[in-house]
């Protein structure tokens, strides 16, 4: 599954706000290189499972919430590979009816409910205990070895600045490792607060090139309002891509928000990754009914 080829189509966007301040902006749909272990996920897998695989364990564990994309990549994964999957999932049990478990479980994936108590020490428990010749990937995917897969993500298709949504800093870490000495990344936090993450990200990177924007959170993690809503579906109407309400959204909305009050370098190229996400709309469209706002995808 993991193959060496994932070359992904780099298309170009658009607009009068792109004209008006000479910004090329390219977005490398990510989101395309796998139907259910998609975008930043494939690469923070790839040498994870490589390396669970080779050291012959049978058994992933992981965790997330209960509308996690990394939750349904990895059980998507493991079930191609002939792994099996648990799931540590912050939350009630209940949540094991919404379209994400649902999904996750159809691979094959068991889950174990926990509280949000115990979840914050899941990191200095030893699974093993539980899952025998279990191997744990952590939170989020994030580790040396996701660091190191999505250091192969991005194409160089001649850009000065590398934009990624922000959830736990692997993804932009890699980027951050594979930029040229005249390139720089802006990683835009889904998390309100998300300043603490840049202390995570200097533990992988050595270079400077980079900067964190923490002004397009929303209200904080899975947080949404409708003018975020109504943006994605006015870009899913004038760029024909789809974006997911959690990570690229927000994302999106601060590059044109930046370019709007020039905080971006005019005639400059970004490259934007749009690192996939989209299995969590489903779930996201049962709060947004819930709301009576208009969906549009
Ligand atoms: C679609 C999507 N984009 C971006 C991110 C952020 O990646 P990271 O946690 O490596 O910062 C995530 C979460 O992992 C994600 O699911």
Known sequence: MFSEDKKQIVV????????????????????????????????????????????????????????????????????????????????????????????????????????????????????????????????????????????????????????VPVGTGGTLSGIINSLKSHQTAIGFSSLKGGEFLTETINEYVNSKNWSMNTDYHFGGYAKISEELITFMNDFKEEHSILLDPVYTAKMFYGIFDMLKKDLIMPNSTILAIHTGGTQGIEGMNERIKSKGWKIDF
Not at 58 to 84: P, Q, W
Not at 90 to 113: C, H, I, V, Y
């Open 12 to 163: 170009e966007l658009y607009s009068p706000l792109l004209l008006s301040k000479g910004v090329k902006l390219l977005v490398q749909r990510e989101y395309t290189n796998d139907v259910d272990c998609m975008g930043n996920k494939w690469w923070k897998l790839k040498y994870n499972l490589k390396k669970a695989i080779a050291l012959k364990h049978d058994t992933i564990v992981t965790f997330g919430g209960a509308f996690s994309n990394h939750i349904v990549a990895t059980a998507s994964a493991c079930h191609r590979l002939g792994l099996n999957s648990i799931g540590i999932i912050r939350g009630e049990e209940f949540s094991k009816q919404n379209p994400t478990l649902r999904k996750a479980a159809s691979f094959g994936m068991n889950f174990k409910f926990i509280d949000r108590n115990q979840y914050r020490l899941k990191d200095s428990i030893d699974w093993s205990q539980d899952y025998e010749n279990c191997y744990v990937v952590p939170e989020g995917g994030t580790n040396d070895l996701a660091v190191k897969g999505c250091a192969e993500m991005i194409q160089d298709v001649g850009f000065d600045i590398a934009c």
